[in-house]
């Protein structure tokens, strides 16, 4: 037996664990009554803020933290085909908290709506970002902080300015020189996520608001999960700030600062030229802009 499935068994006999454990803690029918809960986002989009944040229900509810990689991972970090995807989610008992990277397409969109013949319910927290705050994210993290990323060698041996890893990062790298071939243009890569915005059992967040407007962010998360069967034991402000007290960015390997609009301190004109360019509305379409006069 391989060491990473072995690493996977006892995390499956940790998470039976801690069910047993919630149970006895909050009540059998009471973790049976809340739905499993996803934190999903695109790569350099919140997503360690998010599952974070949702771990943080375990101190409020009978929530647990079943402590497995993201959905779409193996134990040593390999992506995962949708299959195993789908199965990992359908394995989610009510009351676990999960994070990954699923993509807004079948067979992951039929996953978040209530079964109707179990009653089963799974709540998908969306988060998303600024776009142009995403590009600044992902050329640091691959330029500065990930030695490994497939993209590391060549935005510092064939580039050789921000400006031009920026420009690389907007309109994508196709001509195969040290690159990872998932570099799509900025347009494809949100393309890939944005229906889950249309999904009406899908919170949608912006990590801007999470940032920002924390506490009403919170509250529209609390508000739902409360449609979907959590009663919580205490005040509602009482509950934002454990929620809040669970964030810890700096415990997040890939945390850098997680500033909103740290674009305008990186993006030369250049930049925004090719940025419009290879956008087209969806700064407009996710509510970062009113028009292209930015």
């Known amino acids: 037996m391989s060491a990473s499935k072995i690493k996977h068994g006892l995390k499956i006999l940790r998470w039976?664990?801690?069910?047993f454990q919630t149970a006895q803690r909050w009540g059998q029918q009471a973790l049976e009554g809340v739905p499993a809960v996803l934190g999903n986002a695109m790569p350099k989009s919140g997503s360690h803020l998010i599952i974070q944040i949702l771990q943080g229900?375990?101190?409020?509810?009978?929530?647990?933290?079943?402590?497995?990689?993201?959905?779409?991972?193996?134990?040593?970090?390999?992506k995962l085909g949708d299959k195993q995807v789908v199965k990992n989610i359908l394995d989610m008992k009510s009351g676990d908290i999960a994070y990954g990277y699923v993509q807004a397409r079948q067979p992951f969109l039929d996953l978040f709506t209530l079964d109707e013949k179990t009653k089963k319910?799974?709540?998908?927290?969306?988060?998303?970002?600024?776009?142009?705050?995403?590009?600044?994210?992902q050329v640091f993290y691959a330029t500065h902080m990930h030695k490994g990323h497939g993209m590391h060698r060549y935005y510092t041996e064939s580039l050789h300015t921000m400006e031009e890893r920026i420009n690389a990062a907007i309109q994508g790298v196709e001509d195969g020189s040290n690159t990872d071939s998932s570099l799509s243009n900025v347009r494809i890569k949100y393309d890939k996520y944005l229906d889950w915005l249309n999904q009406p059992r899908v919170l949608c967040l912006r990590f801007e608001d999470l940032i920002l407007d924390r506490d009403i962010a919170l509250g529209k998360l609390l508000d739902t999960l409360a449609v979907r069967g959590f009663v919580s034991q205490v005040t509602r402000q009482q509950a934002v700030e454990t929620l809040k007290q669970a964030i810890t960015p700096k415990s997040s390997g890939t945390f850098r600062k997680g500033k909103p609009g740290n674009w305008k301190e990186h993006f030369t004109d250049v930049n925004r030229k090719l940025f419009k360019e290879m956008s087209g509305d969806l700064l407009i379409r996710l509510g970062y802009e009113q028009n292209a006069d930015w």
């Open 121 to 137: 319910d799974r709540l998908m927290v969306f988060l998303y970002r600024d776009p142009r705050d995403f590009i600044i994210s």
């Open 57 to 78: 229900l375990t101190e409020l509810g009978p929530f647990v933290n079943p402590g497995f990689p993201p959905v779409n991972r193996s134990e040593d970090n390999q």
């Open 16 to 19: 039976k664990l801690r069910r």
